[in-house]
């Protein structure tokens, strides 16, 4: 089993559509990030965080470190929006520096 | 701007060839590290490096070597000992554990 699952592995939405994507993780972690890849390949970090809930723009991240559960959601979708999201973890202890990758989630959004 | 320089984008090596993939960063980080990312797979790490002149093996290194001489840079070498080379790699860097991560555009590699 991975140690960081995400789903849907994917998701169709219409332009405008509220949508959420989950990960869920089984190890400590002392940080979870959002990161998206679009087709070129390359990756852009969205969010990092412990706690809480973050906003940025129409992204909005939230995580449950007791359920260890995190959420990212984007309001009024759009098809620039369309790429894969990635969710990765920090563990915690002495191997902080390696990150946990999910496998991603490939998002398609039509106009 | 600051950030990840990675090339080539595009690099096809004949099998039994060593190669090099080149990833150099603006951002004054402290932590470089290379993934590689596999169809249908979550990216995986290869080798990361904390401060200069020093690097350790990530969960893949086998096949793989790097070095660390300057804080800019940290080519990834890929030899003739790796058995299935083609793949996207891509590098990253971090100011230390737990900051913000910065990432390239990757490389493809192919195997001919």
């Known amino acids: 089993k991975n140690e960081v699952e995400q789903s849907p592995q994917n998701l169709t939405a219409q332009e405008g559509e509220f949508i959420t994507i989950n990960c869920s993780y089984s190890v400590g972690i002392s940080a979870l990030h959002w990161l998206q890849q679009h087709p070129g390949g390359g990756i852009v970090s969205l969010f990092m965080l412990s706690s809480g809930k973050k906003k940025h723009g129409r992204l909005i991240a939230t995580i449950n470190i007791q359920e260890k559960h995190s959420s990212l959601h984007i309001t009024a979708s759009h098809p620039r929006d369309s790429a894969v999201y990635i969710c990765?973890?920090?563990?915690?202890?002495?191997?902080?520096?390696?990150?946990?990758f999910g496998k991603g989630t490939l998002l398609t959004v039509n106009p | 701007d600051g950030g990840i320089t990675q090339s080539p984008k595009y690099l096809f090596r004949k099998e039994g060839q060593n190669v090099t993939l080149s990833c150099e960063q603006n951002?004054?980080?402290?932590?470089m590290y290379w993934y590689r990312q596999d169809p249908g797979q979550g990216l995986r790490l290869i080798y990361y490096s904390q401060i200069v002149n020093d690097f350790q093996k990530g969960d893949i290194a086998e096949g793989y070597s790097v070095s660390r001489e300057k804080k800019e840079s940290f080519p990834l070498t890929v030899t003739s000992a790796q058995k299935n080379p083609t793949a996207f790699y891509l590098c990253a860097s971090s100011q230390w554990a737990n900051y913000g991560y910065t990432f390239g555009s990757g490389t493809r590699l192919t195997v001919v």
């Open positions: 990765a973890v920090s563990p915690s202890g002495g191997s902080n520096y390696k990150l946990t």
């Open positions: 951002l004054n980080h402290d932590a």
